[in-house]
């Protein structure tokens, strides 16, 4: 596959493979001799998929066919989050070069993928159809304490399933940051960026999980015992108060409460606007309409038209949905479908004969 057309800046490769053995790899082999010291440093994530990316240090005899090991680096597959990792190793006997790598390979027995060190003999099977996404950034190797220069350049198959998708990307990545904090002096000093990367692992982790916790704490993400958290937060139980018609529990499911938790959020922070009422629709109920009409005599008749389960029916007329002013009587009406209008032919609007008044 050719190199991708790369943007003014970026400072990561995304790849998307379909199957195991996929990846990039460097096309400058470094030579080295056993007993040489290499130090690897490495950031990379886990975005999706049943497969460990690998990064790392493949050592091979000079035709390349006889592997002596690989200096491995992968990421969790617990979280999306950027990693990094540094090892230290000794050149094996046999090894005459060295090739910089990555790709994807099977998960260990215990189902993980978080890996940081030597494989002394790594053993490979055939390759296998799997779906996987990952990046990596900023990578560092040196050779008895000289830095080697070895660009991710080339994208290949693995002889069986097609190249990897690879793009370029800018993006904000926390180990490239903090290690890109190093003056002048230390910028070619393999064993300071091989400590500090070491330091700044953990702290690194850290972000990682607080970034993670966006992610699961967001409502249109989160599931389970998440949406419960939420739940508590904005005032709003999966349990609701009342008995639904239609069979349906009361005890919500998390798409149904996720409705809930995105209509308590709006009431949480209703401005008292008629606006506000018609924006929640638009974001809980996008195929559907709504009209209020302000009855002038401290009452509201809100009209919905749209397909809603008897569920969310019950919801809505339990003013577990829309705000209502205090000391106002809302009546809700759910028109049947279609209603009659002009310009419009579908379930929702629909001419004479078909469409309805009310």
């Known amino acids: 596959m050719p190199i991708p057309t790369k943007p003014s800046q970026w400072n990561c490769l995304n790849f998307t493979v379909g199957a195991t053995l996929v990846g990039g790899s460097s096309s400058n082999v470094i030579p080295c001799s056993p007993g040489d010291s290499v130090i690897f440093t490495a950031s990379i994530r886990w975005l999706g998929g049943a497969k460990r990316p690998v990064i790392g240090v493949w050592f091979f005899d000079q035709p390349l066919i006889n592997n002596f090991g690989s200096l491995e680096i992968s990421p969790p597959n617990t979280d999306t989050g950027w990693h990094i990792g540094t090892y230290t190793v000794v050149v094996p006997a046999g090894a005459a070069v060295m090739v910089v790598q990555t790709y994807t390979q099977d998960l260990f027995l215990d189902g993980s993928s978080y890996f940081v060190g030597f494989n ?181 008749t809100i009209v919905l038209a749209g397909t809603f389960t008897s569920l969310q029916q019950d919801m809505i007329t339990n003013d577990l949905i829309f705000p209502r002013p205090e000391g106002v009587l809302v009546n809700y009406t759910f028109a049947t479908l279609p209603l009659l209008g002009f310009g419009f032919n579908n379930a929702t609007i629909a001419g004479f004969n078909v469409g309805r008044f009310s």
């Open 120 to 300: 002394p003999a790594p053993t490979l099977g055939p390759p296998a159809a799997a779906a996987v996404n990952w990046e990596v950034s900023d990578y560092y190797i040196s050779l008895n304490g000289n830095a080697q220069y070895a660009p991710m350049d080339t994208f290949q198959s693995n002889g069986v399933f097609v190249a990897a998708t690879v793009a370029y990307l800018q993006e904000f990545v926390f180990p490239l940051y903090y290690l890109g904090r190093l003056t002048s002096e230390y910028q070619q000093a393999p064993k300071f960026r091989a400590w500090l990367a070491a330091l700044i692992s953990p702290i690194v982790d850290l972000l990682t999980l607080a970034q993670q916790a966006y992610i699961k704490f967001d409502v249109a993400t989160a599931v389970g015992v998440q949406l419960d958290i939420l739940g508590t937060i904005v005032g709003a139980s999966r349990i609701l108060p009342f008995q639904p018609s239609g069979g349906f529990s009361p005890t919500l499911t998390d798409d149904d409460y996720r409705t809930l938790l995105y209509a308590k959020i709006a009431q949480n922070q209703w401005d008292g606007s008629p606006a506000a009422i018609y924006a929640l629709r638009r974001q809980i109920f996008p195929a559907g309409r709504i009209t209020i009409i302000d009855n002038q005599n401290m009452s509201l």
